[in-house]
């Protein structure tokens, strides 16, 4: 063999090596295209949105089909977060109401919502994820579930007066009845 068919072996190898490099990353990205649709599919699905820059949003604020279970708690930890922080009577009422909602433990919904009672999201997450639920609401859809706007609104009543007062007295802050009155405002407005 000369050295010249040998320089013409060894290339054509390096281009099929790239050439399969490249085949690899392609089927890789087409998989990952796949697989957005599918979650952008479903989390259309179970939460009735059809516009796709709602279903955009979503994922912007890191919902996905494993999380999107947890939204409709949003305005509850919310008001969990009104005084600055998070009591043990109102981590043990948001985690109740998970699992009352079908937030299994350790999963990635209930993920979601133990980091969201460890670091207090910002209020633009608070705002977009409020006007997510109200698109949802408008639709008649709710995820997982028959929670309404009322229903949200009377466990952050609940998680309000979780902690507050003395002898029943004062239970809900100002700061709290501030929180609820925004509150009551995004998911009543029509």
Do not use: H
């Amino acid at each position: 063999m000369s050295q010249d068919d040998f320089l013409d072996d060894r290339r054509r190898a390096s281009e099929d090596d790239y050439f399969r490099k490249k085949d690899r990353e392609l089927i890789e990205k087409m998989r990952q295209a796949a697989a957005a649709d599918r979650a952008k599919t479903e989390l259309s699905t179970r939460t009735g949105l059809s516009d796709p820059a709602l279903i955009a949003e979503l994922g912007a604020l890191g919902f996905t089909p494993d999380t999107i279970s947890v939204l409709p708690l949003v305005p509850v930890v919310q008001m969990a977060w009104a005084e600055g922080g998070i009591t043990p009577a109102e981590r043990d009422m948001l985690i109740r109401l998970a699992r009352g909602r079908g937030i299994a433990a350790g999963g990635a919904a209930d993920q979601q919502l133990s980091d969201w009672m460890a670091r207090r999201p910002s209020d633009d997450v608070f705002a977009r994820a409020m006007r997510l639920i109200r698109a949802m609401l408008d639709t008649g859809t709710t995820v997982d579930g028959s929670l309404n706007a009322d229903d949200v609104i009377k466990y952050s009543e609940s998680i309000a007066a979780a902690s507050g007062g003395l002898f029943g007295i004062g239970k809900i802050s100002a700061e709290e009845r501030e929180t609820l009155g925004q509150i009551v405002s995004a998911l009543k407005a029509r």
